[in-house]
């Protein structure tokens, strides 16, 4: 069965710095999608980047961007210039194409400090 | 630009009372996805309807039951609430096929169930 872990439990760092949450995941498939979700206090889950596990080419969206290492099965996210609306619970999440269902790490809370 | 709406937004039962969450996209969607989300845990998948007329259980299917009521549509039912359903129900949708971009998921904005 597939698992995804998020090791770091709760981070925090200064308003326009740059952050990195990590993702681990377990899969014997080959083909499969990567998700980063961010839940801020309004409870809202909200779609930050997505990758594609064929695709070489890491995703960006603006000032997130990930580290897709296939091999290692690490899909970690960079948060650049970070800025206080980013405060938020980041979700990692896994899914194999047609299985409909999205596997969830336990999340990061992530706080940035004025 | 509604998206998945929910409701309620909020509920308190007694244990053994029942209750219907409501959810419903206006997206056009072919799929939609009840989850739980418990505290420090990720989201769960309660059930699921890859499409109009078909459900599926998920992680966590005990103590509920749905309803696909039209394509728009997807209801979560609690028959008998008990204590370890407290938590906050997601409901998501998706348009679902080969590509990524199908495959997203959108989610409503949640309900916190507290069951007494």
């Known amino acids: 069965a597939q698992t995804v872990t998020q090791s770091q439990p709760e981070m925090s760092v200064q308003e326009a710095e740059t952050v990195t949450l990590s993702c681990t995941y377990d899969?014997?498939?080959?083909?499969?999608?990567l998700f980063w979700y961010k839940q801020p206090p309004s409870r809202q889950m909200i779609l930050v980047i997505r990758?594609?596990?064929?695709k070489q080419q890491n995703a960006t969206e603006n000032r997130f961007s990930v580290n897709f290492q296939k091999a290692a099965k690490s899909f970690s996210l960079k948060i650049s210039d970070s800025q206080l609306g980013d405060t938020a619970m980041y979700f990692c999440a896994f899914m194999r194409p047609l299985s409909y269902q999205l596997i969830w790490g336990a999340g990061t809370k992530l706080i940035i400090k004025p | 630009n509604a998206g998945v709406t929910q409701t309620p937004k909020f509920q308190v039962l007694k244990t053994g009372q029942s209750m219907t969450l409501q959810c419903a996209q206006d997206m056009n969607h072919n799929s939609m996805y009840w989850y739980r989300q418990d505290p420090g845990m990720g989201l769960r998948l309660i059930y699921y309807?890859?499409?109009?007329?078909?459900?599926d259980k998920g992680e966590v299917p005990n103590g509920y039951n749905v309803s696909r009521l039209n394509k728009r549509e997807f209801s979560l039912r609690l028959e008998s609430a008990a204590p370890s359903q407290t938590s906050v129900y997601f409901c998501?949708?998706?348009?679902?096929?080969?590509?990524?971009?199908?495959?997203?998921?959108?989610f409503g904005a949640g309900t916190r169930l507290s069951v007494l």
């Open positions: 998501a949708s998706s348009e679902a096929g080969t590509l990524l971009g199908k495959n997203i998921q959108y």
């Open positions: 309807s890859a499409s109009e007329g078909t459900t």
């Open positions: 990758q594609e596990a064929y």
């Open positions: 899969t014997s498939e080959n083909n499969y999608y």
